[in-house]
């Protein structure tokens, strides 16, 4: 059974920066995508941003140039790393992976989410 588990959330003010981290365990052959998506109370989820298995990369536009996504594909691992947060990126972060696995099935999976506070 595959598992994605986030971590790295927390409280920070505003123009602080945080790491978040989403680690994949169980029977995994290769992880295609991976990505960041958030929700916010009363809003629906969006999408923060996503990598390739390849490494290429795209942005919301709220985000670009503050935000980073990167993968260690040899930890199965994929982190967000966020610079100069603004209150309105005070969401719950959900992690998002295809993922090939037993019976080289491949499946979208989510996180539990990790929650982000920007104080202002």
């Known amino acids: 059974q595959v598992q994605l588990v986030e971590s790295g959330g927390g409280l920070v003010q505003a123009g602080g920066s945080l790491r978040l981290s989403c680690a994949a365990s169980?029977?995994?052959?290769?992880?295609?995508?991976m990505g960041w998506y958030r929700q916010a109370p009363g809003k629906q989820r969006e999408l923060v941003a996503r990598?390739?298995?390849?490494?290429?990369?795209n942005y919301a536009d709220s985000v670009k140039g503050r935000f980073t996504i990167s993968r260690d594909n040899a930890k199965n691992t994929g982190y967000l790393q966020m610079n100069s947060l603004k209150f309105d990126d005070t969401a719950v972060y959900y992690c998002?992976?295809?993922?090939?696995?037993?019976?080289?099935?491949?499946?979208?999976?989510w996180g539990q989410g990790t929650q982000v506070t920007v104080s202002s």
């Open positions: 998002n992976a295809d993922i090939v696995g037993s019976f080289w099935q491949r499946r979208n999976y």
């Open positions: 169980g029977t995994i052959f290769s992880i295609n995508d």
């Open positions: 990598i390739s298995g390849f490494g290429s990369t």
